[in-house]
């Protein structure tokens, strides 16, 4: 059960522990999507900050709208994760534990971004069987816990943002859905097991999202189902279990489809076109292609953000692997 406490930060147990914020947005009146990621190395004192804006099909980071990666800003004396600024422009506000944040970011000279973020519902712990019908279906030490970075706690979110982005000159209010997460537990800087981190927002009363693990050797274009929600006028379904598929422009995601149920007789089908695509580094050995999804549901049209996470040895041992496959 994730607790007004798991707003703070956590003591780390571990060599390699690390905990997150991570505020995905998009604003499809501009074909645009960004995110402000914060990874905190407390046990080092240094996190790492990842701010970035795009609205074409990036292939290579420099190809984006707008990033900002920093890997070593100083934690500083005490450090909150309720309240913190870093020497990157960025500064993060929690106004009502694990359900409202103000975000406010400013590089001094392109680019300043403005938002507060109110959810919609409470924080869905994909740890807690009373909330998450798979994991209330396994056995103890099954699951799927992306290589142990969510073993002791995350949750996903979805809720609205609302603000401005100022871009060169260029102001781009927005009130949006999306959604954002929180993380805490051990994270090795070498990533071994795959995520698809996905999501569709139709309106404040309708959101699904999803969390998928992929075979990077076999191309990734099966999807097998981990964790999700749906939200429906107020009410948040726990997803027990569905299949995906995701044909691929090398690892960007260009067309997806996803089939979801929750156990009970309620399924949803989904269809969505990237229209926009970026490889974000999450850590230096992660990749994460992410993009903007335009997606159509029982008649019903959205947006939202596909996140394909893979390591670099994955993908170099899964590029070695085809070729010795003659594929």
């Known amino acids: 059960m994730i607790t007004p406490a798991?707003?703070?930060?956590?003591?780390?147990?571990?060599p390699?522990?690390?905990?997150?914020?991570?505020?995905?947005?998009?604003?499809p009146a501009y074909n645009l999507h960004g995110a402000i990621y914060v990874l905190v190395r407390a046990q080092h004192g240094?996190?790492?900050a990842s701010v970035h804006l795009n609205s074409t099909w990036s292939e290579k980071h420099w190809e984006a709208d707008y990033c900002d990666l920093q890997a070593h800003l100083a934690m500083g004396e005490n450090f909150d994760l309720l309240d913190y600024r870093l020497d990157n422009g960025l500064s993060v506000k929690c106004t009502e534990p694990n359900m409202a944040w103000d975000v406010d970011y400013d590089d001094g000279e392109h680019c300043q971004i403005h938002f507060n973020y109110r959810s919609l519902m409470p924080p869905y712990d994909i740890n807690d069987p009373a909330m998450d019908p798979t994991v209330a279906a396994q056995a103890p030490g099954e699951g799927y816990d992306w290589g142990g970075a969510y073993s002791k706690g995350h949750f996903d979110q979805s809720g609205v943002y609302e603000g401005e982005i100022v871009l060169r000159g260029k102001r781009m209010p927005f009130r949006t859905v999306s959604t954002m997460d929180h993380s805490w537990g051990p994270r090795p800087e070498q990533g071994r097991t795959c995520l698809c981190w996905v999501n569709a927002h139709f309106s404040e009363d309708f959101v699904i999202h999803a969390l998928y693990d992929f075979d990077p050797?076999?191309?990734?274009t099966e999807l097998r189902f981990a964790h999700g929600y749906v939200l429906?006028?107020?009410e948040v379904i726990g997803l027990a279990g569905g299949s995906?598929?995701?044909?691929?422009?090398?690892?960007?995601?260009r067309e997806i489809a996803l089939e979801l149920n929750d156990g009970e007789g309620r399924s949803w089908s989904l269809t969505g076109t990237a229209k926009t695509s970026f490889p974000q580094s999450i850590w230096p050995?992660?990749?994460?292609?992410?993009?903007?999804?335009?997606?159509q549901c029982n008649g019903q049209s959205g947006f939202g953000q596909t996140y394909d996470c893979v390591g670099l040895y994955d993908l170099a041992a899964g590029k070695a692997w085809q070729a010795a496959q003659g594929k």
């Open 244 to 253: 995906g598929s995701v044909k691929r422009s090398d690892w960007f995601p």
């Open 16 to 27: 390699n522990w690390a905990e997150t914020n991570w505020f995905s947005f998009q604003l």
């Open 285 to 295: 050995d992660l990749i994460g292609f992410n993009g903007l999804v335009e997606w």
């Open 6 to 14: 798991d707003a703070s930060l956590h003591t780390p147990d571990d």
């Open 46 to 48: 240094i996190v790492w």
């Open 232 to 234: 429906d006028h107020g």
């Open 217 to 220: 050797y076999s191309g990734g």
